[in-house]
């Protein structure tokens, strides 16, 4: 079974940046599209963006695209989320997981965005 552990969350100021990783253990088949989520105190989790292993295709939702960059890294079997610009609004615990057929959810990263 794989897992997905993430990291990279922090404490930044509106318009500062962060990376996270989401690292898998196990085999990611290629076809696979894999998707950062957020979830903020008192709301559902929401998709985020995705990207699709191979290809490379990627997806942003309309509240973060322009400022959030996501890749894959093959070598390492990990995904990065590059999130600038950030605002207070994308604070949040962050998760990775396939777009479908769920695998189990990690423990997340948290982001907080303030002054």
């Known amino acids: 079974q794989v897992q997905l552990v993430e990291s990279g969350g922090g404490l930044v100021q509106p318009g500062g940046s962060l990376r996270l990783s989401c690292a898998a253990s196990g085999t990611i088949f290629r076809f696979t599209t894999m998707g950062w989520y957020r979830q903020a105190p008192g709301k559902q989790r929401e998709w985020v963006a995705s990207i699709t292993i191979t290809g490379g295709g990627t997806n942003y939702a309309d509240s973060v695209k322009g400022r959030f960059t996501v890749s894959w890294d093959n070598a390492k079997n990990t995904m990065y989320l590059q999130m600038n610009s950030l605002k207070p609004e994308d604070t949040a615990v962050y998760y990775c997981?396939?777009?479908?057929?769920?695998?189990?959810w990690g423990q997340g990263t948290q982001v907080t965005v303030s002054s």
């Open positions: 997981n396939k777009v479908s057929f769920y695998l189990p």
